[in-house]
């Protein structure tokens, strides 16, 4: 079996457009996050979502003691959010508030509070499977999004058609 380079198979991974996360956790009353982007649904019955955490990150460690956390979705005003749980910020001011077992970011677009379901090993990160135990929502709102290795935004005419937007 032939072997794929690292750096083609990440950018060609990054041709695919994502949403940008930060994963949210309480230990011991000390809260931790991680912005990732291998976010998705994977069950309606019962309510399942996953993400998948590099296994040597702190946020492994947190998640199998926590046994909850909350997926914050980003609005397309969050990038410095984003940078700040990637590691690539300094000081964040923003705020936490209660949400089901873990807490979730006070701004944003939305956010779903998971009980920790599942874990399983896959290469060098570990697929967390979340069932869903509350939603919250904003009404409005356009995400962040990362294509390329930049942030972006998805933009709207007056015709309600979409587009990239990048973000400079």
């Not at 060609?12 to 994502?18: D, M, P, R, Y």
């Not at 964040?92 to 807490?103: A, D, K, Y």
């Not at 570990?126 to 390329?148: H, S």
Request: glycine share 8%; hydrophobic share 40%.
């Amino acid at each position: 079996m032939p072997e794929v380079d690292a750096k083609a198979f990440r950018r060609t991974c990054g041709l695919f457009t994502t949403g940008v996360t930060v994963i949210t956790t309480s230990v011991s009353g000390q809260v931790h996050g991680m912005t990732a982007n291998s976010f998705t649904s994977v069950s309606l019955n019962p309510p399942l979502i996953l993400v998948c955490v590099d296994e040597r990150s702190r946020m492994a460690q947190c998640l199998s003691s926590s046994k909850a956390f909350t997926v914050n979705v980003l609005g397309r005003h969050q990038e410095e959010v984003s940078r700040h749980f990637a590691g690539t910020s300094g000081e964040w001011r923003g705020t936490f508030v209660p949400f089901g077992e873990s807490v979730r970011l006070d701004d944003c677009l939305a956010a779903l509070s998971c009980e920790v379901y599942a874990q399983y090993p896959a290469g060098d990160h570990i697929i967390v499977l979340g069932l869903v135990k509350d939603i919250y929502q904003q009404e409005e709102g356009i995400p962040l999004v990362f294509w390329r290795g930049t942030y972006t935004s998805l933009a709207s005419d007056t015709s309600r058609r979409t587009c990239l937007d990048k973000i400079v």
